[in-house]
């Protein structure tokens, strides 16, 4: 295979009636990456962060990656997004990508170490990015769906105690839906706006298509910079879905991302950074509660658009 950072074709699978005894399918009309039947994963709680594109994905996923390390878990963290940027705040650089390191071994998976991909950050939490292809080349998802490979194969989803897959934005096709085939819980990020609850929605539809051949449930919601959540609570409480936590719109969170660290090893001490630090901490033991999985819903367009806003 050529060095030229181009990936393997790999054929769609279209509806179900086109999938093999060995493969399972989404449904009539489904399009997608082929993607392997997973073997059970034992040992891990495995987590996937969804919601909409901007909406702090890796913001929560490395507070809460160092909240869950500090109160003694083994934490694995995997950016799902070409841009490469999920744990910078954990390593404090940009670390190589799964692709890269692929390239440089002409892609021959089989010569990688864990250490040749996996990169230790703040607290011991392991960090893993996914990387792509440049931009208009090539298919992002696909190598979503090879780092998970790899991931098992070296057992890393097994020898740690949470794994948290923080996936791009709301695109929930092909191989970027490959974290959802592994993961017991998906958490939907959202703020306190039409969009980012429209894009939820559209989360949950994806979610509650691959429950009916995996074990993935929606564990609930995480507010984000929301000082007031009147939007989020009409549209969980018409689907049934639970918030797990409120992070309020505390610039500190900002200012964390350009210092390229979590809050938990920003300097200084202000009532700010601790309301911060205490949010996540609060978000790691309702996560470490296991929350049940809940099986809602989604809401048609036109109902989701009738539904928010004000009269």
Not at 3 to 12: C, E, M, R
Not at 77 to 86: A, E, I, N
Request: hydrophobic share 40%.
């Amino acid at each position: 295979m050529s060095t030229n950072g181009a990936l393997p074709v790999v054929p769609p699978v279209r509806g179900k009636d086109q999938v093999g005894k060995d493969e399972t399918g989404d449904g009539e009309g489904s399009l997608q990456v082929h993607m392997d039947v997973p073997e059970e994963t034992q040992g891990a709680m495995i987590l996937a962060i969804y919601g909409k594109g901007g909406i702090g994905k890796s913001t929560t996923s490395s507070n809460l990656s160092a909240a869950l390390a500090l109160k003694g878990k083994r934490v694995l963290q995997v950016g799902c997004d070409p841009k490469h940027d999920s744990t910078f705040t954990l390593t404090r650089t940009m670390i190589p990508t799964v692709i890269d390191t692929l390239a440089e071994v002409d892609f021959h998976a089989e010569e990688l170490r864990p250490e040749d991909f996996v990169h230790e950050g703040y607290a011991g939490v392991m960090c893993v990015e996914t990387g792509g292809p440049p931009a208009g080349t090539g298919c992002g998802g696909y190598v979503v769906g090879q780092t998970v490979k790899l991931l098992k194969q070296h057992h890393l989803l097994e020898d740690t105690d949470v794994v948290i897959f923080d996936v791009l934005g709301d695109v929930v096709c092909g191989g970027f839906a490959a974290p959802l085939q592994h993961a017991e819980r998906a958490f939907i990020v959202t703020a306190n706006d039409f969009d980012s609850i429209f894009a939820m929605n559209r989360i949950v539809a994806a979610i509650k298509a691959k429950s009916k051949n995996y074990k993935v449930r929606v564990g609930g919601v995480i507010a984000n910079r929301s000082n007031a959540t009147d939007q989020v609570d009409r549209f969980t409480s018409r689907v049934g879905l639970d918030t797990l936590q409120v992070v309020p719109d505390l610039d500190v969170i900002r200012r964390s991302r350009l210092s390229k660290c979590t809050l938990f090893e920003m300097e200084g001490d202000s009532p700010e950074l601790e309301a911060a630090r205490n949010a996540y901490l609060a978000l790691a033991d309702a996560v470490l509660a296991k929350p049940g999985g809940q099986d809602v819903s989604p809401l048609g367009d036109a109902e989701i658009f009738n539904l928010l806003g004000f009269d």
